[in-house]
């Protein structure tokens, strides 16, 4: 790995460990909570999307397939919450496996539709299997304990998401900078010329986004046990469109720019909440601005701004 990245890494860590004693009240400590989950979702996104260059516009669904089995299988089959959360990484990740395949012979807007159609089919299963899931109302998810010890309060998932945000950071940068990751750089160059080079694209192809939908589901649980409840708005099409956008206005195939996206978007609805019901014209003449001065997102056009390179 770069000696910049590290840097940057050791940043990311500084900052966590600095954060709680400096917000001043339990909302702030929840919104940075959010932030951090969202950070990680858009980690695994970014490695599919900005490095691999391909779209996946039904990302929510695994986060909903994770968050729901960490509700359903405690609740109603009494598995313990640590082996209900593997098992939904497991499912997610044989579920992507299973349709990455066929997916990703698809490009360009068909891809898009494909991973959108499957996306909604989650949400879909998840309203209407109301015995199973409480349907649109959605259910309660029992408490997560480690070792002994119930998470309770914010500041105890504080320093959980913030530990998993640090860990995600460092193995995000270590897989961009090994073969895997410079296989995916070309693959999103050229497929034709990284087949030549002897790349696999298929298997590179359906490993990112298993590894995608596996950071997704994983924090779908963590999400589901942070509220205490989940409903299929886990994994509706606009929660898909607000991660897609995250990675697009922070920057694409840049690790820190997937952190700034994830908490500039979780922030913003918050800071326009003054505009009494016109928030959502503010949040989007903003992200049009963004896109039109800075279309490759915030981070890469600043570092290339500053002579620090993408």
Avoid at 6 to 30: E, H, K, M, R
Avoid at 151 to 180: E, G, Q, R, T
Avoid at 286 to 305: D, Q, S, Y
């Amino acid at each position: 790995m770069k000696k910049n990245a590290y840097v940057g890494l050791y940043i990311v860590i500084a900052i966590l460990l600095v954060l709680p004693f400096v917000l001043p009240n339990s909302f702030y400590v929840d919104l940075a909570i959010r932030m951090a989950i969202n950070a990680v979702i858009v980690l695994g996104l970014n490695l599919l999307i900005g490095f691999a260059g391909q779209i996946s516009m039904g990302h929510a669904g695994f986060l909903g397939i994770g968050a729901y089995a960490s509700a359903v299988l405690p609740t109603h089959f009494g598995w313990h919450p640590l082996l209900a959360m593997g098992a939904g990484a497991v499912a997610t990740g044989l579920l992507a496996a299973l349709v990455a395949r066929p997916i990703f012979k698809l490009k360009g807007h068909y891809l898009a539709m494909a991973t959108l159609g499957l996306g909604i089919i989650i949400n879909i299963v998840l309203r209407t299997e109301a015995a199973l899931t409480g349907g649109p109302d959605g259910m309660p998810v029992p408490a997560l304990g480690l070792l002994g010890f119930e998470l309770s309060s914010d500041k105890h998932w504080y320093w959980v998401v913030a530990l998993l945000l640090s860990v995600s950071v460092w193995a995000s940068l270590n897989l961009i900078d090994s073969p895997f990751g410079r296989a995916l750089r070309a693959l999103h160059g050229s497929e034709v010329a990284s087949q030549v080079a002897g790349v696999d694209v298929v298997r590179y192809k359906v490993s990112i986004f298993v590894i995608s939908a596996v950071f997704a589901s994983l924090m779908g649980s963590v999400t589901a046990h942070y509220v205490g409840f989940v409903t299929p708005n886990f994994a509706d099409f606009f929660h898909s469109i607000e991660l897609v956008t995250m990675v697009v206005i922070g920057g694409m195939a840049s690790v820190y720019g997937s952190l700034v996206g994830a908490v500039l978007l979780t922030a913003l609805p918050q800071a326009l909440a003054t505009f009494e019901g016109w928030e959502t014209v503010a949040f989007g003449t903003i992200l049009m601005i963004c896109m039109i001065f800075m279309p490759r997102g915030l981070v890469p056009t600043l570092a290339a701004k500053f002579g620090k390179g993408a």
